[in-house]
Nanobody
């Protein structure tokens, strides 16, 4: 059974850091690209960061470049992907989702999301 689960969200203050985790299991996620998205109610979805199956290709949105770092660990068929978020500000407040797919442009499997709230 496929599971994509995000964790690590919370309430922090401006300037704080958080590390989000995404664990994808139940199929060969170790060969999938994993992307992080964020979305607030009534707003469009923004792709924040992405990493290819072996870490050879990495993407960051301009809005997070220099502040967020994506990394991953593959173990058997499971992928664990981390998003280290530094220098958080209120504009980073959103629900963060991870998505997996065969390439960096495929978003076939989604988690339920984890809420990040940054207070000013």
């Amino acid at each position: 059974q496929v599971h994509v689960v995000e964790s690590g969200g919370g309430l922090v203050q401006t300037g704080d850091s958080l590390r989000l985790s995404c664990t994808a299991s139940g199929r060969t996620f170790d060969t999938d690209a994993i992307n992080w998205f964020r979305q607030a109610p009534g707003k469009g979805r923004e792709r924040v960061a992405g990493i290819s199956w072996n870490g050879g290709e990495i993407y960051y949105a301009d809005s997070v470049k220099g502040r967020f770092t994506i990394s991953r660990v593959n173990a058997e068929s499971t992928a664990s992907v981390y998003l280290r978020m530094n220098s958080l500000n209120p504009e980073d407040t959103d629900v963060y989702y991870c998505s997996a797919g065969p390439t960096m442009s495929d978003y076939d499997y989604w988690g339920e999301g984890t809420q990040v709230t940054v207070s000013s």
